[in-house]
């Protein structure tokens, strides 16, 4: 049995695949108390619930994170959660997994891998909009710039050198103007009030002008890095995806409609469309893989 774990700042989805084709799902948010064990205690009582549905044991697991990892396996960076810094992730996947293959890599990568495999495509630059900005590409069908060389960090692409200060302490980062808090943030600003993401949803729907001006902010941003990105790998797709994006209808084509506005004559950028498996595509990553093994995708520990 294949299993694949999406693991993020706020919750962590999990998909279990079997040989003759049933698949079993859960989702489960992280605990209150921030500590490595308290995660790793959840995610081993999750795990335990989704293979009992399944009736098996799993041979083989891919994990998606959103953290830095080192080539020893150990976390150097995940500003959501960061009591995971300097964890030993190998160890700690071992530890849950102590009789499968572990494969693990970063969350947007895998995100991209899963969506050009998804619409057969060779070629395509990947941006998730959620709690931050995850970007992936994918060239003649490999990721790129390849597990080996570390992930690709379109969310630190720099779009305004006088924007937001980002969580990796830069100023302008597109994760600092595009995330969903970064929004969320604005939003408020505009507002005078807190407004959380189904306020912020529903007045984006209603042409509030403090929603929409929070969300064309976030959308010129990303359209900034997509279209930069684009002219270096000049790719048949780019992909908007994530929990934030595809939770507000419309966004993607805002973003479309921006990167059309940013092409040089005679050169139209890529078409942008929405991610084919939603705010999934992590999760299907992870589970390619645990199918397909180091292979190129990603680190393997047993």
């Known amino acids: 049995m294949l299993l694949g774990i999406d693991i993020g700042g706020t919750k962590v989805a999990l998909?279990?695949?079997?040989?003759?084709?049933?698949?079993?799902?859960?989702?489960?948010?992280?605990?209150?108390?921030?500590?490595?064990?308290?995660?790793?205690?959840?995610?081993?009582?999750?795990v335990e619930a989704v293979t009992a549905g399944a009736g098996r044991t799993p041979t083989s697991v891919g994990v998606a994170v959103p953290a830095t990892v080192d080539g020893d396996g150990r976390v150097t960076a995940w500003p959501t959660r960061p009591h995971w810094t300097g964890l030993d992730l190998a160890a700690a996947l071992r530890g849950v997994f102590p009789?499968?293959?572990?494969?693990?890599?970063?969350?947007?990568?895998?995100?991209?891998?899963a969506e050009a495999r998804a619409?057969?495509?060779?070629?395509?630059?990947?941006?998730?909009?959620?709690?931050?900005?995850?970007?992936?590409?994918?060239?003649?069908?490999?990721?790129?710039?390849?597990?080996?060389?570390?992930?690709?960090?379109?969310?630190?692409?720099?779009?305004?050198?006088?924007?937001?200060?980002?969580?990796?302490?830069?100023?302008?980062?597109?994760?600092?103007?595009?995330s969903g808090p970064a929004t969320l943030r604005r939003a408020a600003t505009a507002r005078g009030a807190q407004v959380t993401f189904e306020e912020l949803r529903d007045g984006f729907a209603e042409g509030a002008a403090w929603a929409v001006g929070a969300v064309d902010a976030g959308c010129d941003a990303l359209a900034a890095a997509l279209v930069g990105v684009a002219?270096?790998?000049?790719?048949?797709?780019?992909?908007?995806?994530?929990?934030?994006?595809?939770?507000?209808?419309?966004?993607?084509?805002?973003v479309a409609a921006r990167t059309a506005g940013l092409a040089r004559p005679g050169h139209p950028p890529a078409p942008v469309r929405p991610a084919l498996l939603g705010g999934r595509s992590s999760l299907y990553g992870a589970v390619l893989a645990a199918r397909d093994g180091l292979g190129g995708v990603g680190q393997r520990h047993r």
């Not at 009789?99 to 891998?113: I, P, R």
């Not at 060389?149 to 050198?161: A, F, K, Q, T």
């Not at 002219?231 to 805002?254: K, Q």
């Open 231 to 254: 002219e270096l790998v000049r790719p048949t797709a780019l992909v908007v995806g994530g929990g934030f994006a595809m939770g507000i209808p419309g966004y993607v084509e805002r």
């Open 119 to 178: 619409a057969d495509c060779a070629d395509l630059v990947y941006a998730g909009v959620g709690t931050g900005v995850g970007g992936g590409i994918v060239l003649e069908g490999r990721m790129l710039p390849g597990p080996r060389r570390g992930s690709c960090e379109l969310g630190h692409v720099i779009v305004d050198r006088n924007g937001a200060r980002c969580d990796c302490g830069r100023r302008g980062c597109v994760q600092a103007e595009a």
């Open 15 to 46: 998909r279990a695949e079997t040989a003759d084709g049933q698949a079993h799902e859960t989702t489960f948010t992280w605990p209150a108390a921030r500590t490595p064990a308290a995660d790793l205690a959840a995610l081993r009582t999750h």
């Open 99 to 113: 009789a499968a293959e572990v494969c693990w890599a970063d969350d947007a990568d895998l995100a991209a891998l």
